[in-house]
């Protein structure tokens, strides 16, 4: 059974226990980001800009997903890796079924 997380640190401590740490191609870390709203926590990757040989951006490549950790339980929900706000929608559109 998960602990559920007090802060923003022991959300991203629980998604660390769970997951492996996402790396750049060179082999370096990607920075963890955490978004707290009213009833979780967003963890998600903050990967660098993608740019061409001429330093023009790229769009990310397709895939991937962000985890929320809930404040209440604990439990770990993985969302796609949509903007912020739309993955927070979903998440919560995702509960609905569970407290009907």
């Known amino acids: 059974m ?12 629980i998604v660390r226990s769970r997951y492996a740490r996402p790396r750049l191609p060179d082999g ?3 920075e963890l980001r955490v978004e707290e709203f009213d009833i ?3 963890v998600y990757a903050a990967f660098p800009p993608v740019t061409d040989i001429a330093g ?12 929320v950790v809930a404040k209440e339980t604990g439990e770990i929900i993985a969302v796609p890796n949509y903007p912020t706000e739309t993955a927070i929608a979903l998440y919560r559109q995702q509960l609905q079924p569970r407290q009907a």
Do not use: D, F, M, W
């Open 56 to 67: 023009r951006p790229q769009p990310a490549p397709p895939g991937g997903s962000k985890v």
């Open 2 to 13: 998960t602990v559920p997380p007090a802060s923003a640190e022991e959300a991203l401590a």
């Open 28 to 30: 370096s870390p990607v």
């Open 40 to 42: 979780g926590y967003l």
